[in-house]
């Protein structure tokens, strides 16, 4: 099946591009400060890419919905109760759900609606066993423009008890070109998560003061002392838990979620992949704000409950706001 291409647009000027393949978002394009569309989201140059054999080994996953558990989970599975699940893994590590996840399924579209609030809804339902997760899981990604909002929602619901952490993985560059390196950061964030060499937790929460994950102040995007971040954070109380300023658009975009942590990507280029208008980026063309649970929570008793049980409904909610200023 070949997927479906779809765009929403606000009467603000949001367009917004989306397949069902992956439940993902395709493109973004935002009136800067010169009221010209800037392309805000990496993507690529058209939606049958997103399903060839060449984009999947790059796992760059862009712009794509994340599941059923975002980020990694150590120990080749997890415990519920009595029970252990093992879990397709790589040296004991299954990354964003493992091979041919949500985010190479071709979802449903089950409602679209034009008008002040356009939004489309995909739904998919994944088998128990996937990947080695327990449960049938019944899923939804709602994408809506609101005014100037891009709010994304994912629910699920399930028949067993599992975990679940999904999220959503677009790569944002707000001059639509170059670099991020510079932009202005916010994050609402005082602790961070120490990662091993894998990238998996360690277990400890860090303070982020005297670190280069200091972004609890607007500083400047650096890649001093990493190579580029990699890293969840802690979100504390406040209704804006990271923004990002790009000077040369004007555009502000700032980010919402009900969710517990926010991983922080930023990949210093996309190695051969060719990504759309490649040539008008440089180092560190993008970043990721993914709302998500703690990785590996489902190994760590101290880290937030990621279980999901019948009769509960899964809801993870994210918005982005775009401003100029
Ligand atoms: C992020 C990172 C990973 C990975 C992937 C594409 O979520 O945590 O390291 O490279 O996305």
């Known amino acids: 099946m070949k997927p479906t291409e779809i765009q929403l647009n606000s009467p603000s000027g949001l367009k917004l591009d989306l397949t069902n393949y992956g439940a993902t978002l395709t493109r973004l394009q935002i009136p800067d400060k010169h009221g010209v569309l800037t392309d805000v989201v990496i993507g690529l140059a058209n939606v049958e890419e997103y399903t060839s054999e060449d984009y ?22 997890f415990s519920i109760g009595e029970n252990f699940y093992e879990l397709s893994h790589q040296d004991g590590v299954q990354l964003h759900g493992g091979k041919h996840s949500l985010d190479q399924q071709l979802w449903l579209v089950d409602q679209m609606e034009e008008g002040d609030t356009p939004f489309v809804l995909f739904s998919l339902k994944s088998n128990a066993g996937d990947n080695g997760y327990p449960g049938n899981l019944n899923l ?20 067993a008890p599992t975990v679940i952490n999904l999220t959503n993985h677009a790569y944002f560059n707000l001059d639509g ?23 998996v937790p360690t277990g400890r929460i860090l303070n982020v003061e005297d ?20 890293t969840p954070f802690i979100l504390e109380e406040g209704k804006i838990k990271a923004s990002l300023y790009a000077k040369h658009s004007g555009i502000q975009m700032n980010v919402t979620t009900n969710q517990p942590a926010m991983v922080l990507f930023t990949p210093q280029d996309f190695g051969g992949l060719k ?19 703690f990785p590996d929570a489902p190994n760590q008793p101290h880290f ?22």
């Open 177 to 199: 070109q170059g670099t991020t390196h510079g932009n202005e950061l916010y994050v609402n964030a005082s602790r961070y998560l120490e990662v091993d060499e894998r990238l």
């Open 56 to 77: 999947k080994k790059y796992n760059f996953c862009l712009g794509a919905t994340i599941g059923r558990y975002a980020g990694r989970i150590s120990g080749g599975g």
């Open 275 to 293: 990504v759309r208008n490649s040539e008008l980026f440089q180092g560190f063309p993008a970043i990721c704000f993914e709302c998500q649970n």
């Open 304 to 325: 937030p409950s990621a279980l999901l049980l019948p009769g509960e409904t899964y809801r993870n909610e994210m918005s982005y706001q775009f401003e100029i200023k």
């Open 211 to 230: 670190t280069p994950y200091d972004y609890t102040e607007k500083t400047a995007l650096h890649f001093k002392g990493h190579y580029g971040l990699d």
């Open 140 to 159: 939804f990604a709602k994408y809506q423009l609101e005014n100037n909002t891009l709010k994304i929602t994912y629910t699920a619901t399930t028949d």
